[in-house]
């Protein structure tokens, strides 16, 4: 059984930064796709970003040249960087990984990013 547990969340000013990280117990097998996703009070869950198990990166629009997912230094953990933060980023961020072609995905428990003055 795979668990996700993510940290790195906060209160930050407009222009800040933040460093999410999600470290997993237990181990994914095969090509997987590890990524961040958030959701606002009202709107849906989307998609920040993911990179796959051969390192290829996906942004949404918002957020590209503003944030970067890498894998992180130790085993079995994932970063978000978040640069020149606006308060249109305030969310639950949630890590998630999903094994390629199955049915299997994981999801953290979120945390929260709040960007105001």
């Known amino acids: 059984q795979v668990q996700l547990v993510e940290s790195g969340g906060g209160l930050v000013q407009p222009g800040g930064a933040l460093r999410l990280s999600c470290a997993a117990t237990?181990?994914?097998?095969?090509?997987?796709?590890q990524g961040w996703y958030r959701q606002s009070p009202g709107k849906q869950r989307e998609l920040v970003a993911t990179?796959?198990?051969?390192?290829?990166?996906r942004y949404e629009d918002s957020v590209k040249g503003r944030f970067t997912i890498s894998r992180g230094n130790a085993r079995n953990t994932f970063n978000l960087q978040m640069n020149n933060l606006e308060p249109e980023d305030t969310a639950v961020y949630y890590c998630?990984?999903?094994?390629?072609?199955?049915?299997?995905?994981?999801w953290g428990q979120g945390t929260q990013v709040t960007v105001s003055p």
């Open positions: 998630n990984v999903r094994r390629i072609g199955t049915v299997e995905v994981y």
């Open positions: 990179i796959t198990s051969d390192g290829v990166r």
């Open positions: 237990g181990s994914i097998f095969g090509p997987y796709v």
